[in-house]
């Protein structure tokens, strides 16, 4: 019976997320509103499927596990110290404010003060998936208020980090036998400190070297499993050994890697199993939402989404501004904060498992994290005509022209040659060496993607721009530059899954020239439909050799011979079209 709610928990809410992720997402909504809504759907206080609420609490488990590896994945102290001077204060200064808000309103409600401030913590952290995708859509990722957003991001991750290592020293059983709360912090920082010391000096020894000799198989499937056995291994001894939480040791494990040259493969092969878990995680919070509480408790949550609509905003956009930064960067900065999610969803679990949040706490946060995740996009798109119209008034146009900008260090960063000087070579053989020598020497400069770790590393060391990673996953091709670059050469005729990687080259750039090699002619029909501007065959080119090689052999003049090859080539290569081409791929070449 066991196995059957387990394979009952896993498809029905699976399922149910698909289909409610799905249609958010044509909604224009983020999939996670989806995947809260089908927790509620497969959740015990709605009619229907009913899943194993334990078991799907242990499986979200390991999604938290993955989520926390992944940020620590992504987490470079660069980007942070790019935009230090803001991020830092800004984000401590809205957390606290956060908090001191969510404290006092519940307080009013009749709630004990750690409640309160464990409440607060939780509404105060915007969620980091919902904040990349509205930058992405918006085109501000890589403006100012992308970094300025991100790095604030970043301080308000690391933050919570050290909350979750902290309430349990405060709240746990440990507590309660420690004898005071001093001794309580003094040990937790203690285990904080021996466990980051031993991950970075003996982990950051053995983690890269073991998946240096992982890569080195050249077997993708072990090398997603060590991917894993790293980020669990890491986390459970973190909670077994140092008896801090599993979520510090999967962060700093996920920083150990993004650390080394596997941090980008280790995102596109290893981590789409951490998306799977993590909706798994999102729907066993939906499967909290009980209504009868919120009919119960209605003012409740309107105050914990004014707190989060208005109180983090009007925080955020008042020391922006503050430290005279521009008026579209605060009020673009302010609104993007605007909503919580999965890091809420985090803290309200532990303060749950802690017995310090009282019943319904998690039902407020889930509700308020599907309207606020809802609403985000909707007013990150009236930033523009809010400016407008703040600039036809007198007093608030001068308001607005007196924020100048600053000299920040949150400018972007020096880009690579774009344009018709960049280019992405896939693979480095033979072809490969060949291609890129070709480009240097006509001033044209080639980024290479290549699985073997060796001659990444060597490329790297000779002053070239290589990036380790599989060329099939998008993250690899956007690393790489795609979508800046002018051309992109498959000088492999064993890349994986050719015809997906051309067609989603074309869909980051559709200017993007492709020239792709396969090893067979029946392959180049199937290439020319994904977008590829120019397919050569080994087959084809084979035949062309041996052809002239016959030719002279008989003594046919030149004329004899380039006729003879260009019949060949028009049988061989001339292949019409396919009517179905996309239409950026069937444009003239």
Do not use: C
């Amino acid at each position: 019976m066991h196995n059957l709610d387990l394979i009952l928990t896993l498809a029905g809410g699976l399922i149910a997320a698909l289909a409610l992720g799905l249609i958010t997402n044509r909604l224009g909504l983020s999939p996670i509103v989806g995947y809260l809504l089908a927790g509620i759907v497969v959740g015990p206080h709605t009619p229907g499927i009913d899943v194993n609420q334990g078991l799907a609490d242990q499986l979200a488990e390991v999604g938290v596990i993955l989520l926390m590896f992944g940020v620590g994945l992504q987490f470079h102290f660069k980007e942070l110290l790019a935009v230090k001077r803001i991020a830092v204060p800004g984000a401590l200064f809205q957390s606290l404010v956060t908090t001191a808000l969510g404290a006092g309103v519940m307080h009013l409600f009749g709630w004990s003060w750690p409640a309160g401030i464990v409440f607060g913590l939780a509404i105060s952290v915007a969620s980091t998936v919902v904040l990349l995708r509205v930058l992405v859509d918006h085109r501000d990722l890589h403006t100012p208020t992308g970094h300025i957003a991100v790095g604030w991001l970043v301080v308000e991750d690391i933050f919570t980090v050290f909350v979750l290592v902290v309430l349990p020293a405060l709240f746990g059983d440990g507590a309660k036998e420690s004898g005071g709360l001093w001794l309580s912090l003094g040990v937790a920082t203690l285990k904080i400190g021996a466990l980051i010391a031993f991950t970075f000096l003996v982990g950051g020894w053995v983690i890269p070297r073991l998946l240096g000799y992982i890569a080195r198989t050249g077997s993708r499937e072990l090398f997603t499993l060590g991917v894993l056995v790293v980020a669990l291994g890491i986390a459970v001894g973190s909670a077994t050994l140092f008896g801090v939480s599993m979520a510090l040791g999967a962060f700093l494990a996920g920083m150990v890697v993004g650390r080394s040259e596997f941090s980008l493969r280790a995102a596109t092969d290893a981590l789409p199993m951490r998306d799977a878990f993590a909706v798994l995680f999102f729907v066993s919070v939906g499967m909290l939402v009980d209504f009868r509480v919120l009919v119960q408790s209605p003012w409740m949550v309107l105050a914990t989404m004014a707190i989060v609509l208005v109180g983090k905003p009007v925080a955020a956009l008042g020391l922006v501004l503050l430290m005279k930064y521009p008026f579209r960067v605060a009020l673009s900065v302010a609104v993007a904060l605007a909503q919580i999610g999965e890091f809420s969803f985090i803290l309200a679990t532990m303060g749950r498992r802690l017995h310090i949040l009282p019943e319904g706490a998690s039902n407020i946060i889930v509700v308020t994290a599907i309207l606020s995740i809802t609403l985000n996009p909707l007013l990150y798109g009236l930033i523009d005509p809010i400016e407008a119209w703040m600039r036809r008034q007198s007093w608030l146009a001068r308001f607005v022209r007196s924020r100048a900008p600053v000299e920040s260090t949150a400018a972007s960063p020096p880009r690579r040659a774009t344009g018709r000087h960049r280019a992405v070579v896939v693979g480095y053989g033979p072809v490969g060496r060949t291609v890129a020598r070709l480009m240097r020497e006509n001033d044209i400069e080639p980024t290479i993607v290549e699985l073997n770790l060796e001659t990444v590393q060597r490329l790297r060391s000779e002053g070239m721009q290589a990036v380790y990673g599989d060329a099939s996953h998008p993250e690899t091709l956007k690393e790489a530059g795609v979508p800046d670059a002018a051309v992109l050469i498959l000088s492999s005729s064993s890349v994986r899954a050719a015809q997906e990687l051309v067609r989603e080259a074309r869909q980051m750039n559709p200017k993007l020239r492709v020239i792709a090699r396969t090893a067979y002619l029946r392959e180049q029909p199937e290439l020319r439909v994904a977008g590829a501007h120019e397919v050569f065959a080994g087959e084809g080119e084979v035949a062309l050799s041996m052809t002239e090689h016959i030719l002279r052999e008989f003594g046919a003049t030149s004329e004899q011979i380039e006729r003879e090859r260009e019949r060949i080539r028009s049988e061989l290569f001339e292949k019409p079209i396919p009517a179905d081409l996309p239409d950026e791929a069937a444009a003239p070449r």
